[in-house]
């Protein structure tokens, strides 16, 4: 592909030869001849005097021998050429014989089923979607079109995917939600969840998590939103638009998130929690306490990014500073020793 072409596919600036033909993107230590690279950081802009590669994308023209492609997005950039040099491989359309089917299944056009999938009883799949091997789908649910469901997926009955949505290797979604209620024995009583969950429309979920379904109602994860690996959340929970969920998330019941809203690694939410629209919180949060919109917060339990990182500061300094306060204390009881004595 001509460097021109690739220009203008990812919307920059061409400065430098345009006739350049490029055949892979790569990073900026691995190009060679016939890659473009990219600099999404400064700090790795000193890198480009040794870089092989043909071409660069940069966030502003840069002082280099090489043809570069000016636009604000790198990154955003590296993305979309991965994407075309390096597609993604689909298996052609097919129902293996080795799938089993219920009864009243509607499947769309070129739909992918592999060998020990199972259908339940009135499950509707949408055009182009592809379900991989041992992928369970319970009676009643409905998947959108190319949606892609990877290994041991596995869906609850009732739950609604919808277009374009991606779940891998052993997500389980629509799971029974955890409630119990004790009775005078002390016994725990299970409440049964009689609910869903809804995916929306480009939602991405990674392996090994789980969404369980609502008691009564919904729980529902919006569109566009993406949920790494091994992230639980609870029944009743929503999940506004756009929003990022990084591993080890966990959601307590009815919580509910805002659009955009970033929750980094092992963050923790008591039940009943809000966050509010484009807030964030540092990884190893936990809050028990609502979030306004555009907050940043970090700890445990979360405060403001400000205070947090002074407590971060501190904690260090708090051996050094204990032993100061015991010495100080010590030379302070002497002191009034000898005033009490005279």
Same mark, same amino acid.
């Given at each position: 592909m001509k460097l021109e072409k690739i220009a203008a596919l990812v919307g920059g600036v061409l400065k430098g030869d345009g006739s350049i033909e490029i055949s892979d993107v790569r990073g900026i230590e691995d190009a060679g001849k016939g890659h473009v690279t990219f600099v999404a950081k400064k700090k790795l802009l000193p890198l480009l005097a040794e870089s092989r590669a043909d071409a660069v994308?940069?966030?502003?023209?840069?002082s280099t021998d090489m043809a570069q492609i000016v636009m604000a997005n790198p990154m955003l950039a590296?993305?979309?050429?991965?994407?075309?040099?390096?597609?993604?491989?689909?298996?052609?359309?097919?129902?293996?014989?080795?799938?089993?089917? !219920?009864? +009243? &299944?509607?499947? *769309?056009?070129?739909?992918? /089923?592999?060998?020990? %999938?199972?259908? !339940?009883? +009135? &499950?509707?799949? *949408?055009?182009?979607?592809? /379900?991989?091997?041992? %992928?369970?789908? !319970?009676?009643?649910?409905?998947i959108g079109d190319d949606a892609v469901l990877h290994p041991n997926v596995t869906l609850y009955?009732?739950?609604?995917?919808?277009?374009?949505v991606i779940l891998h290797a052993g997500a389980v979604i629509g799971a029974?939600?955890?409630?119990?209620?004790?009775?005078?024995?002390?016994?725990?009583?299970?409440?049964p969840q009689i609910g869903?969950?809804?995916?929306?429309?480009?939602?991405?979920?990674?392996?090994?998590?789980?969404?369980?379904?609502?008691?009564?109602?919904?729980?529902?994860?919006?569109?566009?939103?993406?949920?790494d690996n091994l992230v639980q959340i609870a029944h009743n929970c929503t999940i506004g638009e756009h929003s990022i969920l990084v591993s080890q998330v966990g959601m307590a019941g009815s919580c509910t998130l805002g659009h955009h809203v970033v929750l980094a690694g092992q963050v923790g939410l008591a039940d009943h929690v809000t966050i509010g629209d484009q807030a964030v919180?540092?990884?190893?949060?936990?809050?028990?306490?609502?979030?306004?919109?555009k907050a940043v917060q970090g700890g445990s339990p979360s405060v403001p990014a400000v205070t947090w990182r002074k407590y971060v500061t501190i904690l260090p300094k708090l051996p050094e500073m204990s032993r100061k306060i015991k010495d100080l204390e010590a030379r302070l009881k002497a002191i009034e020793k000898r005033e009490s004595d005279s």
């Open positions: 994308i940069v966030d502003h023209e840069v590296f993305a979309k050429l991965l994407a075309v040099f390096h597609p993604e491989a689909k298996p052609e359309p097919q129902i293996d014989s080795r799938a089993a089917l !219920g009864k +009243n &299944v509607t499947l *769309g056009k070129d739909v992918t /089923l592999s060998q020990f %999938v199972s259908i !339940g009883d +009135n &499950v509707s799949i *949408g055009d182009g979607a592809i /379900l991989y091997p041992g %992928v369970v789908v !319970g009676p009643d649910c409905r009955r009732s739950t609604i995917l919808g277009n374009r029974d939600g955890f409630g119990y209620v004790p009775d005078e024995m002390g016994l725990h009583n299970k409440i869903q969950v809804v995916i929306e429309d480009d939602v991405e979920i990674g392996s090994n998590t789980c969404i369980d379904r609502a008691t009564m109602g919904c729980t529902t994860v919006k569109q566009g939103t993406k949920i919180l540092a990884a190893q949060s936990g809050t028990f306490r609502d979030v306004e919109s």
